[in-house]
Nanobody, 122 residues
Framework: QVQLVESGGGMVQPGGSLRLSCAAS????????MSWVRQAPGKGPEWIST????????YYADSVKGRFTISRDNAKNTLYLQMNSLKPEDTALYYCARRPLRSSRITEYDYWGQGTQVTVSS
């Protein structure tokens, strides 16, 4: 069965960095676009980044552009999110998710991980 397992979250001071990982199994990872989505307390899900199947084309929300970098290793079936210059407003539960079709919106993502908590605080 499809599984997505995030790791790498934690608590960090403002300006710090974290690298999230998402281990995928149960499907042909290299055939799917993958995304990171976060949800802060009391707020709805926020799409933050997508990487297409080949790993070259990437897209970012304005809120993280220039600070976060999405990448993937198709040989290891793993998705990454490098987060630099973290801000308190980046505090959220971070999910990786599979985008079934190139046209799929966040509400149409078909598989999600359990999430990993990122807390940015001094």
């Amino acid at each position: 069965q499809v599984q997505l397992v995030e790791s790498g979250g934690g608590m960090v001071q403002p300006g710090g960095s974290l690298r999230l990982s998402c281990a995928a199994s149960g499907f042909t990872f290299s055939s799917y676009d993958m995304s990171w989505v976060r949800q802060a307390p009391g707020k709805g899900p926020e799409w933050i980044s997508t990487i297409l199947t080949g790993g070259v084309l990437t897209y970012y929300a304005d809120s993280v552009k220039g600070r976060f970098t999405i990448s993937r290793d198709n040989a290891k079936n793993t998705l990454y999110l490098q987060m630099n210059s973290l801000k308190p407003e980046d505090t959220a539960l971070y999910y990786c998710a599979r985008r079934p079709l190139r046209s799929s919106r966040i509400t149409e993502y078909d598989y999600w991980g359990q999430g990993t908590q990122v807390t940015v605080s001094s």
